[in-house]
T-cell receptor, first 114, second 113 residues
Framework: AQTVTQSQPEMSVQEAETVTLSCTYD???????LFWYKQPPSRQMILVIR??????QNATENRFSVNFQKAAKSFSLKISDSQLGDAAMYFCAYYGGATNKLIFGTGTLLAVQP | GAVVSQHPSWVICKSGTSVKIECRSL??????MFWYRQFPKQSLMLMAT?????????EQGVEKDKFLINHASLTLSTLTVTSAHPEDSSFYICSAGVYNEQFFGPGTRLTVL
């Protein structure tokens, strides 16, 4: 069965600094998708970034980028120039065709210090 | 685009009553809709998956007779919590799926007194 692990329950970063959130997963599938979602205090789930497993190039979205290591089954999120609005719970998620559903990690609560 | 609404955003009810939560995809048709439950400071727990016109598929441990899901159209799914009890109090989130991507509703906070 597929699993997603986020080993950092909480992280803190200074405003304007860079932070990296870790995520590892386990799967036997070769074709799948990985996502990072942000859940601010409003609790609305917001897609931050997605990565297709067949793409070797790491996805980037403005200040957000990922380090996708397929062989190591690692999918970390880097937030550059952190802003106060980045403070939220971040969930790593996996989607594969075998289950047709998202599998979430336990989340990392990110605090941004002014 | 890809907006999903939920109604109501919050509801308070008495123990023993039933509560219906609606999930609508406003500007697209979703092949599949998902219902999640989330406890404070925890991850999303998938309750069930529903496809339009067919019965929902419930995750292990979820009582299908307590959490009734109806997927009447490609843009509307409803979750009815029947005979609600205080332990059903939680945050319920729906999402609408198009292929490998899901778009989430804003959630519904249910409080059962």
């Amino acid at each position: 069965a597929q699993t997603v692990t986020q080993s950092q329950p909480e992280m803190s970063v200074q405003e304007a600094e860079t932070v990296t959130l870790s995520c590892t997963y386990d799967t036997s599938e070769s074709d799948y998708y990985l996502f990072w979602y942000k859940q601010p205090p409003s609790r609305q789930m917001i897609l931050v970034i997605r990565q297709e497993a067949y793409k070797q190039q790491n996805a980037t979205e403005n200040r957000f980028s990922v380090n996708f290591q397929k062989a190591a089954k690692s999918f970390s999120l880097k937030i550059s120039d952190s802003q106060l609005g980045d403070a939220a719970m971040y969930f790593c998620a996996y989607y594969g065709g075998a289950t047709n559903k998202l599998i979430f990690g336990t989340g990392t609560l990110l605090a941004v210090q002014p | 685009g890809a907006v999903v609404s939920q109604h109501p955003s919050w509801v308070i009810c008495k123990s023993g009553t039933s509560v219906k939560i609606e999930c609508r995809s406003l500007d697209f048709q979703a092949t599949t809709m998902f219902w999640y439950r989330q406890f404070p400071k925890q991850s999303l727990m998938l309750m069930a998956t529903s496809n339009e016109g067919s019965k929902a598929t419930y995750e292990q441990g979820v009582e299908k007779d307590k959490f009734l899901i109806n997927h009447a159209s490609l843009t509307l799914s409803t979750l009815t919590v029947t005979s609600a009890h205080p332990e059903d109090s939680s945050f319920y989130i729906c999402s609408a799926g198009v292929y490998n991507e899901q778009f989430f509703g804003p959630g519904t906070r249910l409080t059962v007194l």
